[in-house]
């Protein structure tokens, strides 16, 4: 079965700076697609950015960007000039494109932005 | 994209009741999903949704504790049964029409006393 790892529990930021939030993943399969979640005190679960695992490409979305490493199974997210609006929990999710359609989460990252 | 609503937003509960939660997708999709997701935690999912057959139920849940139906591309209520305290939660239904998106209604927030 493939698992979700995040790592950082907790993670701060200055306004304006830049952060990195990591994932890893274990999976067999070769075919799969990986996203960040962003979910804030309202509990709505937003889309930050998507990839999918054939694309060598790096995904990038804004400010919002990641960094997709197949052969180490890592999907780490940079967050670039934060912003006070980018507090909120982190989730990685991983889904197959082969069994099913299941999403798999990470445990989630808390992320604090200090103004 | 989609968006997702969800009836009702949170509800506080007697153990024993049961609580039936409405998912509505604004347009049709191929796919829907019921989580759970516990206070501070990851999402759980509890089955997938299936138009017109039963749900598919991932290990741990069950159709008697949680009964869901589908009756077309852009509906599913979620029946939390016989309720305890240990079902408060956030209960979110998603919907997907392809591998690469997954969108999320905005939650229903149960408490049980």
């Known amino acids: 079965a493939q698992t979700v790892t995040q790592s950082q529990p907790e993670m701060s930021v200055q306004e304006a700076e830049t952060v990195t939030l990591s994932c890893t993943y274990d999976?067999?399969?070769?075919?799969?697609?990986l996203f960040w979640y962003k979910q804030p005190p309202s509990r709505q679960m937003i889309l930050v950015i998507r990839?999918?695992?054939?694309?060598?490409q790096n995904a990038t979305e804004n400010r919002f960007s990641v960094n997709f490493q197949k052969a180490a199974k890592s999907f780490s997210l940079k967050i670039s000039d934060s912003q006070l609006g980018d507090a909120a929990m982190y989730f990685c999710?991983?889904?197959?494109?082969?069994?099913?359609?299941?999403?798999?989460f990470g445990a989630g990252t808390i992320l604090r932005v200090k103004s | 994209s989609a968006v997702i609503s969800q009836k009702p937003s949170r509800d506080i509960c007697q153990r024993g009741t049961s609580l039936t939660i409405q998912c509505q997708v604004d347009s049709q999709v191929t796919m829907m999903f019921w989580y759970r997701q516990q206070p501070g935690q990851s999402l759980t999912l509890i089955a997938t949704a299936n138009q017109g057959s039963e749900a598919t139920y991932e290990s741990g849940f069950v159709i008697d504790k949680f009964p869901i139906s589908r009756p077309n591309l852009t509906f599913s209520t979620l029946t939390v049964s016989n309720m305890s305290p240990e079902d408060s939660s956030i209960y979110l239904c998603s919907g997907s029409w392809s591998y690469n998106e997954q969108f999320f209604g905005p939650g229903t927030r149960l408490t049980v006393l």
């Open positions: 990839q999918e695992a054939y694309k060598q």
């Open positions: 999710a991983y889904r197959s494109a082969s069994y099913g359609n299941k999403l798999v």
């Open positions: 999976t067999s399969e070769s075919d799969y697609y």
